[in-house]
């Protein structure tokens, strides 16, 4: 177990704790500033953990991306390969993994300079893709995603040193709080939560489904929401929502008739590279965490 420069442990004790973050929000940068990248909503960023950009795909685009989800949806070959995730309860696709390497429809927007710049200023410097997913969150049966910080997993089972890292989560429905749109605690990224427990084998084969360790307790959870609050990323389809890799978030289930489907595309720093699992487990799957396929994307891909 790889533990003696570990400055975020977690799931190595009986006990959660508290870990204030040492990494910057926003690193430094050689380029200004992005087009669609305000100072209002840096400091955004910067503050809460997550900023929402309304419309940065239009309407062809968003259709032709649904197109393409559901062909997927549908796919039975998709439905039963290794990088699909099905509900535990109907057996309907919940997510795919590595859609920028095995889909077409999606590998040039997950390049798309509209937000590879911004996650290139954010993160300082020339960037990878750690992971891709699309999100299905069905009507009537859409499970929840519970609580969790993206960082503390990666960290544990995956070996990723710092946090220098995001998501970008492109809406191809309209997200909203009725059907499971995805819910933050604004500022908790600066707060790092060592969970309790110890990660079990083959985690990811269940965790994926539902996720039971690597979560914070309720008492953890209350901590936060006290401190700072719940907000909800509701947004119209074609907006994009950025968020810190240790901002806490989750979404309820969807039982209303409007499916909410995203796409989440991660980016990592090329300095900040996974090594060898914190949790002293054998690494996940190429397909979860890009280990050995690391492809810089350079400047407007």
């Known amino acids: 177990m790889n533990l003696s420069n570990d400055c975020y442990p977690s799931r190595v004790s009986s006990r959660e704790k508290i870990i204030r973050r040492t990494a910057p929000v926003i690193y430094p940068s050689d380029e200004g500033p992005p087009e669609h990248l305000s100072n209002s909503l840096l400091q955004q960023y910067l503050e809460k953990g997550y900023m929402l950009i309304p419309d940065l795909f239009n309407a062809q685009e968003v259709a032709t991306f649904l197109e393409t989800?559901?062909?997927?949806?549908?796919?039975?070959?998709?439905?039963?390969?290794?990088?699909?995730?099905?509900?535990?309860?109907?057996?309907?696709?919940?997510?795919?993994?590595?859609?920028?390497?095995?889909?077409?429809?999606?590998?040039?927007?997950?390049?798309?300079?509209?937000?590879?710049?911004?996650?290139?200023?954010?993160?300082?410097?020339?960037?990878?893709?750690?992971?891709?997913?699309?999100?299905l969150k069905p009507c009537f049966r859409g499970q929840e995603f519970y609580w969790h910080s993206d960082f503390e997993t990666w960290h544990v089972e995956d070996g990723m040193p710092?946090?220098?890292?995001l998501s970008c989560s492109i809406l191809l429905t309209d997200n909203d709080a009725r059907n499971g749109a995805l819910m933050l605690f604004p500022g908790s990224h600066q707060e790092f939560i060592s969970c309790a427990g110890e990660t079990p084998d083959n985690h990811y084969l269940n965790s994926l489904k539902k996720q039971e360790y690597g979560v914070p307790s309720d008492q953890g959870l209350s901590y936060l929401a006290d401190k700072y609050g719940i907000d909800c990323a509701e947004a119209r389809a074609g907006s994009v929502l950025f968020f810190d890799c240790n901002t806490m978030h989750g979404s309820n289930s969807n039982i209303t008739p409007f499916p909410r489907n995203n796409l989440?595309?991660?980016?990592?720093?090329?300095?900040?590279?996974?090594?060898?699992?914190?949790?002293?487990?054998?690494?996940?799957?190429?397909?979860?965490?890009?280990?050995?396929?690391?492809?810089?994307?350079?400047m407007n891909q």
């Open 162 to 165: 710092d946090m220098r890292a």
């Open 69 to 135: 989800a559901e062909y997927m949806r549908r796919n039975t070959d998709i439905l039963t390969s290794p990088q699909a995730i099905t509900e535990i309860s109907s057996g309907e696709l919940r997510s795919v993994f590595q859609i920028h390497e095995n889909h077409s429809g999606f590998s040039e927007v997950a390049c798309d300079s509209r937000i590879t710049d911004i996650a290139r200023f954010i993160l300082g410097g020339s960037i990878y893709i750690h992971q891709s997913r699309l999100n």
């Open 264 to 298: 989440f595309i991660v980016y990592n720093h090329v300095d900040n590279q996974v090594g060898e699992p914190f949790c002293g487990k054998p690494p996940r799957p190429e397909f979860i965490c890009s280990r050995q396929n690391i492809k810089p994307i350079n």
